[in-house]
């Protein structure tokens, strides 16, 4: 089966992004969402990127 990318309606903070994220690659989510925020401190571009994704990426069904 075909893995797709999806913003995650179980696993979600905010919009799911993350979730589906982590799924997709095989990792916790948690990890994820950590890099985030460290990488935001230093760069606030990572925020835009989120809401990007967050309007780009589908939901899962």
Do not use: C, H, Q, W
């Not at 999806?6 to 890099?35: A, W």
């Amino acid at each position: 089966m075909e893995k797709k990318l999806t913003r995650s309606i179980y696993d979600r903070k905010l919009s799911g992004v993350f979730g589906g994220l982590g799924n997709y690659l095989n990792i916790d989510p948690t990890i994820l969402r950590l890099l985030f925020a460290a990488f935001t401190i230093f760069n606030p571009i990572f925020i835009l990127i989120y809401i990007v994704a967050a309007v780009i990426i589908p939901t899962e069904l």
